[in-house]
């Protein structure tokens, strides 16, 4: 049988069955879901499982140039050029960070700093998870292979992955596909890498515009939507 599995770094958790067939399939991911789904529960800070700061980040650095009543559109667009640049070329994630900044002061006509967008950027592997999430992917652990898919680059993985505290049958980076999700490119990636179909794969995702989109478009049809209420939830 061919097998395989992943996570998503800061925002996906894709898991094969490692079972020849979905006969097999089908009780191991009931008994996954009825062990483990608890564990994925939502937390109070409503974010997905590595802490992703950006948002807070960002309100933090513009305070004193954005005020309150204008932050949540100037964060709406932050994300959104975030997501843009995702959709090109790969490049850098410094680089696509930057010009994320670089373009979202364009258009609220501020200085744009370097240093300050650097700072920014050596912030993002310090990140942490969620405290649900290191004992969640342990337990899946000991039925499951687990795989990452992440956004980041080869430099910067294995920090997030040490903190997470999990075993991990294998990382994969945007850097080693040379495209960043949701473009399906970094799914053929993975899938091929694996050597598995996609319905031998359980997705959990904290993102629908990353991951769970691209993921259904490449024919991956076990899927978990976990809300962590830091995008778009329908």
Same mark, same amino acid.
């Given at each position: 049988?061919?097998?395989?599995?992943?996570?998503?770094?800061?925002?996906?958790?894709?898991?094969?069955?490692?079972?020849?067939?979905?006969?097999?399939?089908?009780?191991?991911?009931?008994?996954?879901?009825?062990?483990?789904?608890?564990?994925?529960k939502t937390?109070?800070?409503?974010?997905?499982?590595?802490?992703?700061?950006?948002?807070?980040?960002?309100?933090?650095?513009?305070?004193?140039?954005?005020?309150?009543?204008?932050?949540?559109?100037?964060?709406?667009?932050?994300?959104?050029?975030?997501?843009?640049?995702?959709?090109?070329?790969?490049?850098?994630? !410094?680089? /696509?960070?930057? =010009?994320?900044?670089?373009? $979202?002061?364009?258009?609220?006509? %501020?200085? *744009?700093?370097?240093?300050? #967008?650097?700072?920014?950027?050596?912030?993002?592997?310090?990140?942490?998870?969620?405290?649900?999430?290191?004992?969640?992917?342990?337990?899946?652990?000991?039925?499951?292979?687990?795989?990452?898919?992440?956004?980041?680059?080869?430099?910067?993985?294995q920090k997030?992955?040490?903190?997470?505290g999990a075993?991990?049958?294998?990382?994969?980076?945007?850097?080693?596909?040379?495209?960043?999700?949701?473009?399906?490119?970094?799914?053929?990636?993975?899938? !091929?890498? /694996?050597?598995? =179909?996609?319905?031998?794969? $359980?997705?959990?995702?904290?993102? %629908?515009? *990353?991951?769970?989109?691209? #993921?259904?478009?490449?024919?991956?049809?076990?899927?978990?939507?976990?809300?962590?209420?830091?995008?778009?939830?329908?």
């Open positions: 049988s061919r097998q395989g599995t992943r996570i998503e770094g800061c925002s996906t958790v894709v898991v094969t069955t490692c079972r020849p067939g979905p006969l097999r399939a089908i009780p191991l991911m009931a008994r996954l879901f009825a062990s483990v789904a608890p564990l994925w937390t109070p800070s409503g974010r997905p499982p590595t802490r992703f700061r950006m948002s807070e980040v960002a309100r933090e650095m513009f305070a004193d140039r954005i005020t309150a009543d204008r932050m949540e559109q100037f964060l709406a667009d932050f994300t959104a050029y975030r997501f843009d640049e995702c959709l090109g070329a790969w490049q850098p994630y !410094d680089v /696509l960070l930057k =010009n994320s900044i670089r373009r $979202l002061c364009r258009k609220w006509k %501020l200085q *744009y700093l370097d240093a300050e #967008a650097q700072q920014y950027y050596d912030g993002v592997s310090t990140w942490g998870p969620h405290e649900d999430v290191p004992a969640g992917l342990a337990k899946v652990a000991k039925e499951i292979p687990l795989v990452i898919l992440s956004n980041a680059m080869d430099s910067e993985i997030n992955v040490a903190l997470l075993p991990f049958h294998r990382v994969y980076t945007a850097q080693q596909a040379q495209a960043y999700k949701p473009r399906l490119q970094a799914f053929e990636f993975m899938i !091929d890498s /694996l050597g598995c =179909n996609p319905e031998d794969l $359980l997705h959990v995702s904290s993102s %629908l515009r *990353y991951d769970l989109m691209s #993921a259904d478009d490449m024919g991956i049809v076990n899927k978990v939507f976990v809300n962590r209420g830091h995008g778009p939830g329908n």
